[in-house]
């Protein structure tokens, strides 16, 4: 099975191979561009530069520079003046906190060095989940372009004081005309805020606080509350289920904080146990990348879905068109009803029918997986008020406005014009966004690491959010100005521990809690007869559900859908002037620096889209002018396999220009198209116009060489199969003739180099876990963070020149076995391999395709164009794989790189000369050079080179200079750093005790990394484990990077 | 306080009239003849164990000045504060009351222990002050200038003039014997003349000249850019003139008291201004006599200076010395860095200091003698690499090291494995 898959990176590579075989000639080959200076003939005459010149300059800057060479620079060492006692020079602090800014929420460890934080961790003890966003938010945190840094009123600077003053005359004026005023927060999902909100609206009754989420599921609260009698979210705990069907559900991306912790645990092919997950949806999505069957179909057709299963599983009869997917569905609900309780249905519609459908379905199940009672309300917007609010700030029924770090001027369309007439608009922010500069004044307020705070995301987990640097700015926490206006005596600090000791703690201790990061609530039983109120709460809500479900049903297939998601790097657009969010590849489109409409192949086709592959690499697109509801937007297309015919994609997010770098200021603004807050739209239309959109994306950059067997898969059948030798059937090594025998290709026997003695003190090995790997990017930006990793912009990502010392690669896989048949072929491949029993495995399929099947390469991409209308999907992060026998460490003319005792291959960049070699011989394409000077240059304008952005640079690796190559260390800092305290406590080092900035930044737990010389620690079973394999095996190059076969569950008995 | 000590017996007779007009100063009713030695020398043995944290002689500190206390309160009064103030405020006294409140109701520590005898011995210290003090006398200086020595260069003149005028004596003998009729035969610089044009004929010598001016060239040229960046000496002027040698060698205080990070961090850490003032709190000035010669011109620098140093401290940190107070006015001192290793290597003073024990001096050479700081070692790639080569790892008691060494002293067949066959040669270990 697995030989007949291929894998495959782009489209092009399908549609016009030949792009590809150029691609790979010149993979290496980037030419200096002498034609542009050299080839404009005026320019060069009109220089006054003559060669005679130009060679006096060369002279003397030669000399110049020896000379200043000679000179050392002074270099002054400032200590403390009074030096805080739990600071020590030179050694990390790390200290629990929440990261809680209204969409991500997450219990997180940030590491500080001498009061800087400079890397957020998740707080594994707390339960904390970190994705890539909450993991570049240290970055954000030294924002100095975008902060706001001074209280302002309108352009003018003004005092907090003469701020408080004149505010709280105005709010006292409204208050006495009993105007209206808006209090519009993000959802805080903070206890004692609340309680500070509450205290602030009782001074000023005329206040009507309004939680604001950009992105809404407003439409799961509404059917939960109208279900369950209270306004949350369910929780989800994938973990349990069998059988999962998700319909439109992106849970392991953005949907409702996502899943991916549990969905991970519950596909453990170890255990011998996985989940199996039916993904329908339109866009693909991280859900459906992972997913073990992956439905394609257009937004009214998974409405239709969701119905047949509504159907199905709890008998009613509710009228639907028939789809091609219904005999898939039918199957579905039968897999379903088997798993009984074990089964799940999540939908990502953000509508209260459909919400009430999925609801009522998991409750047919009675289904374990969803949590009803420790609710998730990391989303407590609703769009009913927020309609209300934005109609009564336009028709000028409310006089005021207070927002506090939300951006309606940005998402919400007319409203930065709407607030301008307001008598009174704050604006308490951390970001000099549109907002902020719509109001009349602007307070600025701490980001999140500054402040105090409280957060409860999943109700009866209460977290403590505290402060790890001490404020930037001139900022004041909005609690405490909440609590200034309302003329209270204590801080907000006071008033959070006052609130803890007599609401929270129960008599527990402070100090505990605050170095815990979180306090879990003891358990409250419920009652038997709060029970049987929900119970009478169930009754009525069946009811409802048909009429809910009756509703949803009138919804009509149109031409043209779209679906509005978030991208894995900008999420709602919090943090889009993050350089490091917005360098993040796309986990499926692998661009990065923008959002586009994602199109299926067969739509792009008919309407002429194309995605034209320049020879370096670059990807081109053309512009789509997308019509909804009479509003138009102008975006570039990507044509992504796996989109459903008739379907549109486009990201939230993007598109912010107020306050942001020039070089920040990407994509475009979506939520326009965002009408009514609901994610689906329909009658939507798309029209080619003109233009050639430039795309920075990396996906065709580095090629597989012809190398398409790079990833091993295996269904849980076959590993479940204990009777199968996973060595002869889904896990077999390469095999080659070595004395006329078969035998491994990594056999020591085989091998040109003589082996290394690995056995003595460490030897570290990094497993990564293919069925895990959810393609989150969480640990590309903690390898950033860790390893001052330059971010080097749009222009040069486009032209292959991205420093990510660790991708995720993304390859689409499809199967031709299929075609094969259909064709009536003479034989199949296996009476193929009957007949030619000396033809190696490998080359079975090759010589097959071209003996029997008559095709040549190229033409074997076309037989996959089918498939390639909904691929499976694999990530593979890939990184330095630390060969014991590298090819760069022999090709290396000066030495400077080479193999540690403890099997990490080292890079030693101060004797790099930047010959490249390494590179152009490294099969895993994974060294990175330094073409510029990335940090002090005005050209790379980004966090290197600003007072504020080099904050966050971590003080134990060195930032390199141009010309020298870099890769991935297998953070030797670190696992120095684990042997040095180990050493100074006299001990040896403890199992499982060494890690990686990526292994550490892993929620799925996916990559797992230690000493296989300890057979304590976890990686080295995992070595041994019968899923192990290495990439590329046959090449000879003994990774110390194992990886683990993807496994996937097609539901087989 | 060893440089209190610090004074000789000779400068302690030679200065007997300036001891006598500080103690004049400080007690009228004492003549200096009369001075007990003993009994000044046992009062400032206990003035120093039991008081000299909070007391000063001539200035406040935490607690008033002592000097001539005497004269000020009456003896029996004295001792019962001295045993036990606390009681004495009690009973009512007034006096006890003012000095207490005066002194922001600080607790002076009740002496109960010590004996009348002792009480008096202090009180005659605080009467008569200190014997001695003031500068050095000339035998503490060293003369650089030679006496009655010609200088250098107009002995190199007078040889050239001596040899200019054989020259000279040899051509007139040579002129006058040609005259008389001698053969003409050509002369030195003829000869050299001569000699010159076969050389330049003789290819051999071209060859070997060529080869060994490359040779020089390349040896100078190595030894030049080999020296670039490598800043051993380097002694820049600091912000306060700081003396290793008062601190750590007079004074004997650790290194590590001051730079406390080296045990757990990869930086020494230079001390922050609190830890300055766990000390100069109470040391506003230093002791008579202390002086620091400089090493550029060799300048001495004296107390009055000395004492100007210490103030910085005070400026810098913020106290104000005659209030005994901090102002909050604080400015960080920005000092010179000495020891700069470039960014790309990976440097931890712990793993040197707390794991393999090495001492201070063995890299920063003797820093307890040093007036002013000055680089030691040349902190080149290969000076490291030399000790790691020659130096063996003790082990002893570290269970880290416990498997891997027996391991690795088995596989290179020797008894204690070096840093190096450890590791401590690889690239990565340091530059990362």
């Not at chain 2, 003012?98 to 922001?104: G, H, K, P």
Request: glycine residues 6%; aromatic residues 8%; contains cysteine.
């Amino acid at each position: 099975m697995a030989s007949n898959k291929k894998y495959w990176q782009s489209v092009e590579e399908l549609n016009d191979s030949s792009v590809v075989e150029t691609l790979r000639n010149t993979e290496f080959v980037q030419e200096i561009p002498t034609d542009e200076f050299l080839g404009d003939k005026e320019t060069l005459e009109g220089s006054s530069t003559s060669r005679r010149d130009f060679l006096k300059y060369v002279g003397f800057s030669t000399a110049a520079a020896s000379l200043a060479a000679c000179e050392g620079p002074v270099r002054k060492s400032i200590p403390y003046v009074v030096q805080p006692n739990d600071i020590v020079v030179g050694v990390a602090d790390w200290y629990a906190t929440t990261i809680a800014d209204g969409f991500d929420f997450a219990n997180v460890l940030v590491k500080t060095r001498e009061g800087r934080p400079i890397q957020v961790m998740p707080n594994k003890e707390a339960g904390g989940v970190t994705n890539a966003r909450t993991q570049a938010s240290v970055l954000s945190l030294y924002d100095s372009d975008l902060r706001v840094k001074e209280p302002r009123k309108g352009e003018a600077q003004i005092t907090w004081a003469d701020a408080d003053k004149e505010i709280v005359a105005k709010l006292e004026s409204l208050k006495n005309a009993n105007a209206l005023v808006y209090l519009m927060t993000g959802t805080l999902a903070s206890p004692s805020t609340e309680k500070v909100v509450a205290d602030f609206v009782a001074k000023y009754p005329n206040v009507k606080h309004v939680t604001y989420d950009a992105v809404s599921e407003s439409g799961t609260a509404d059917a939960f509350e109208a279900m369950y009698g209270m306004r949350a979210l369910p929780n989800y705990d994938f973990s349990k289920a069998e059988v999962i069907a998700s319909i439109g559900a992106d849970f392991l991306g953005d949907w409702q904080g996502g899943y991916e912790k549990s969905y991970a645990e519950g596909r453990r092919a170890d255990t011998g146990k996985m989940s199996y997950h039916v993904q329908i949806e339109s866009n693909m999505s991280l859900s459906g990348a992972n997913a073990d069957k992956r439905i394609v179909a257009k937004p009214s057709i998974q409405v239709n879905a969701l119905i047949k299963l509504f159907n199905a599983i709890t008998g009613q009869n509710i009228t639907t068109e028939n789809t091609p997917i219904d005999a898939q569905i039918n199957k579905l609900a039968q897999d379903l009803k088997k798993a009984g309780s074990k089964g799940v249905v999540v939908t990502g519609i953000n509508d209260k029918n459909a919400q009430m459908v999925a609801l009522a379905i998991n409750k047919a199940l009675n289904s374990e997986v969803i949590d009803t009672e420790a609710v998730n309300l990391t989303r407590q917007g609703s769009d009913a008020k927020v309609a209300e609010l934005v109609s009564d700030i336009q028709s000028g029924k409310a006089k005021g406005l207070v927002t506090y770090n939300v951006n309606p001027a940005y998402s919400l369309t007319g409203f930065g014009e709407a607030i301008k007439k307001l008598d009174l608009s704050v604006a308490i922010s951390t970001q000099d966004d549109a907002t902020a500069n719509a109001t009349q004044f602007t307070l600025p307020a701490p980001h999140n690491l500054e402040s105090w705070g409280d957060v409860m995301a999943t109700a009866g987990k209460y977290s403590l959010v505290q402060p790890t640097i001490a404020p930037l700015f001139n900022s004041r926490q909005f609690q405490d100005v909440l609590l200034k206006w309302s003329g209270a005596e204590k801080n907000y600090y006071d008033t959070l521990k006052e609130f803890w000791s007599t609401n929270v703690l129960n008599g527990a201790s402070w100090n505990q809690a605050l170095h815990d990061g979180f306090f879990m609530a003891p358990v409250v039983e419920t009652t038997e007869s709060t029970e049987e109120t929900s119970n009478e709460e169930n009754v009525s809500g069946t009811v409802n559900v048909n009429a809910a479900a009756n509703e949803l049903a009138k919804v009509k297939s149109t031409q043209f859908e779209l679906t509005l998601y978030t991208s894995t790097a900008l999420g709602d657009g919090k943090q889009a002037n993050n350089p490091w969010l917005q360098e993040l590849p796309d986990p499926i489109t692998r661009a990065s620096w923008d959002n586009y409409l994602t199109m299926s192949m067969a739509d792009a086709k008919e309407l002429g889209f194309t995605n034209p592959v320049k020879d370096n690499g670059a990807i081109d697109g053309n512009y789509a002018k997308v019509t909804v509801n009479g509003v138009e937007v102008t975006v570039p297309v990507i044509i992504q396999p796996g989109q459903a015919k008739g379907s549109l994609g486009l990201a939230l997010g993007y598109g912010r220009t107020q306050g942001l770098k020039k070089e920040m200021q990407v994509g475009v603004n979506a939520y326009p198209l965002y009408v009514d807050n609901k994610n689906v739209q329909y009658n939507v239309s798309v029209e080619k116009v003109g233009g050639t959109h430039k795309f920075a994306c990396i996906q065709v950059q580095s090629t597989l060489a012809g190398r398409h067997d790079i990833l091993r898969e295996a269904t849980l059948k076959e590993v479940n199969d204990k009777s199968l030798d996973p060595k002869h059937t889904w896990n077999q090594p390469f095999m080659v003739s070595y004395d006329h025998q078969e035998t491994e290709a990594t056999d020591k026997k085989v091998d040109l180099w003589d082996d290394h003695d690995r056995s003595l003190g460490h030897h570290f090995n990094l497993s990564i876990d293919l069925t895990s790997c959810t393609g989150c990017g969480a640990c590309v930006v903690a390898c950033h963070a860790e390893n001052n990793v330059p971010v080097v912009g749009k222009d040069e990502v486009r032209v292959g020149r991205d420093m990510h010392w660790l991708r995720i690669d993304r390859y689409y896989s499809s199967t031709v076995e299929d075609k094969q048949y259909a064709e009536g072929v003479a034989m199949t491949m296996d009476e193929f391999k009957a007949q030619n029993p000396n033809i190696p495995n490998k080359d079975i399929e090759r010589r097959y395709t071209e003996k029997v099947l008559e095709l040549s390469k190229g033409d074997l991409f076309d037989a996959l164009e089918n498939p390639a209308e909904n691929p499976e999907v694999t990530f593979q992060p890939m990184m330095c794989q630390h060969c014991n026998h590298a090819p760069c460490e022999t090709v290396c003319p000066v030495a400077a790189t080479s193999h540690g005792r403890q099997g990490q291959n080292q890079m030693a960049y101060n004797r790099c000369v930047g010959t490249r070699y390494c590179a152009n011989n490294c099969p895993y394409r994974v060294r990175r050079f330094n073409w510029f000077n990335y940090a002090d240059n005005k050209e790379f304008d980004f966090n290197m080179n600003n007072e504020y952005g080099k904050m966050v640079l971590n003080p134990d690796v060195v930032v390199r200079s141009r010309g020298v190559m870099e890769k991935c260390s297998m953070c030797i800092q670190m696992t120095q750093a684990t042997i040095l305290k180990a050493k100074k406590e006299g001990r040896a080092v403890k199992a499982d005790e060494f890690s990686t900035a990526c292994s550490q930044a892993c929620s799925t737990g996916a990559m797992v990394f230690g000493d296989v010389n300890n057979e304590k620690d976890t990686v080295a079973k995992l070595k041994e484990d019968r899923r192990a394999f290495y990439v590329l095996d046959y090449i000879g190059t003994k990774p110390n990077v194992v990886y683990q076969v993807k496994v996937r569950n097609t539901n087989e008995a | 306080m060893k440089s209190v000590n610090h004074h000789s017996k000779l400068s302690r007779t030679l200065l007997s009239s300036l001891t006598f007009l500080f103690v004049f100063l400080v007690s009228f009713s004492v003549n200096a003849q009369d001075v007990d030695a003993e009994r000044q020398k046992a009062g400032r043995k206990l003035f120093n164990a039991n008081c000299a944290s909070c007391h000063k002689l001539d200035k406040k500190s935490t607690g008033p000045a002592l000097g001539g206390v005497e004269q000020r309160r009456e003896n029996e009064w004295l001792k019962k504060w001295i045993r036990n103030n606390a009681e004495l405020r009690a009973s009512g006294d007034a006096d006890a009351i003012a000095i207490y409140e005066e002194y922001n109701q600080s607790n002076m520590t009740a002496f109960p222990q010590l004996t009348d005898q002792n009480i008096d011995d202090i009180l005659y210290y605080t009467t008569v002050g200190n014997i001695g003090g003031g500068p050095k006398g000339p035998e503490g200086t060293t003369t650089t200038q030679p006496i009655n020595q010609a200088p250098k260069w107009l002995i190199w003149i007078l040889a050239a003039a001596i040899i200019v005028a054989f020259l000279i004596i040899g051509n007139l003998l040579k002129t006058v014997s040609e005259l008389k009729g001698a053969p003409k035969t050509p002369g030195l610089l003829g000869q050299a003349a001569e000699l010159w044009e076969g050389i330049k004929k003789n290819t051999f010598l071209h060859v070997l000249f060529v080869i060994f001016g490359a040779l020089i060239t390349a040896y100078v040229l190595f030894g030049t850019l080999f020296k670039v960046g490598v800043d051993q000496g380097y002694q820049p002027v600091q912000p306060i003139l700081f003396s290793h040698k008062i601190h750590a060698g007079d004074n004997k205080i650790e290194c590590q008291y001051c730079h406390s990070a080296a045990k757990h961090s990869k930086h020494s850490g230079i001390p922050s201004l609190n830890v300055c003032m766990n000390c100069h709190k109470n040391i506003s000035e230093v002791a008579e006599g202390t002086q620091v010669v400089l090493e550029e011109g060799g300048r001495v620098v004296g107390k009055t200076e000395l004492d100007k140093e210490i103030a910085k401290i005070y400026e810098h940190v913020g106290w104000d010395k005659d209030k005994l107070e901090y102002t909050g006015n604080t400015k960080p001192i920005e000092w010179v860095r000495i020891h700069n290793l470039p960014d790309f290597a990976y440097f931890n003073h712990s793993q040197h200091v707390t794991v393999a024990g090495v001492k201070c001096q063995k890299c920063h050479g003797p820093v307890e003698e040093m007036e002013e700081l000055y680089q030691y070692s040349p902190l080149t790639m290969g000076w490291c690499i030399d000790c790691h080569k020659e130096t063996n790892v003790d082990l002893k008691g570290n269970e880290y090291y416990a498997k891997i060494h027996a391991d690795l002293a088995k596989k290179y067949g020797v008894e204690q494995v070096t840093i190096a066959q450890l590791g401590g040669k690889e690239c990565g270990k340091c530059h990362y």
